[in-house]
């Protein structure tokens, strides 16, 4: 009823929020999920503060798998108005991932192609710091099975299909593994990628 009452009422969808984001605490996994699925649908009115965030991206460590793919569902569509927003969600989903649930990794490569197609503008900003590029030092090359890299060039390669001031950023590397990344996770990356950029950032 309230997601209901939300679509409808854009005054009542403000202070809807709030109460949605309080039964992400609740002790029973149907009324969190009933909580998050609902924040889902009212996408299209929510804008999340930085302490809403944090309750959201907490929720990636819950127990329940169904919470966690609920919680990743929201991200997808969630729009996200800062770099400090985007990078705490991206270093969100990839240290949980990483650190307690590696059996989501499928379901959180597809939530960070999202970020990547939803933020175009914002990636271009953040796109070096995630691959861990200092400006001042050569670039050291990821090893393209590692999984934190994985999901970064996930969010930057779909994030160049919107914005291609992106491309000559990316150090060399990232284009050399494009094809093997594509082989082995085809649904998460986009279709096209430069071949032959000139990247401004030096490497070994």
């Not at 929510?46 to 907490?58: F, K, N, P, T």
């Amino acid at each position: 009823s309230i997601c209901e009452l939300s679509l409808i009422c854009d005054p009542f969808a403000a202070r809807a929020i709030d109460y949605l984001i309080d039964m992400f605490h609740d002790e029973i996994d149907s009324v969190r999920i009933n909580a998050i699925n609902s924040l889902r649908k009212m996408r299209g009115k929510v804008q999340l503060d930085d302490d809403q965030l944090r309750i959201v991206l907490s929720t990636l460590e819950d127990l329940s798998a169904a919470v966690r793919r609920a919680t990743r569902e929201l991200l997808m569509v969630t729009p996200l108005t800062a770099t400090v927003a985007l990078r705490a969600t991206v270093e969100a989903l990839l240290a949980t991932m990483l650190q307690r649930f590696p059996r989501d990794k499928d379901h959180v490569y597809q939530c960070l192609k999202c970020l990547g197609v939803n933020h175009p503008v914002l990636i271009d900003t953040l796109a070096l710091d995630l691959l861990r590029v200092d400006s001042r030092f050569l670039s050291k090359e990821h090893h393209p099975d590692d999984p934190y890299y994985v999901g970064v060039a996930v969010v930057i390669c779909n994030a160049t299909v919107l914005n291609a001031a992106i491309v000559p950023k990316l150090p060399k590397y990232v284009f050399r593994h494009f094809r093997y990344l594509k082989d082995k996770f085809p649904a998460h990356l986009p279709d096209q990628f430069p071949r032959h950029p000139s990247p401004s950032i030096p490497e070994y």
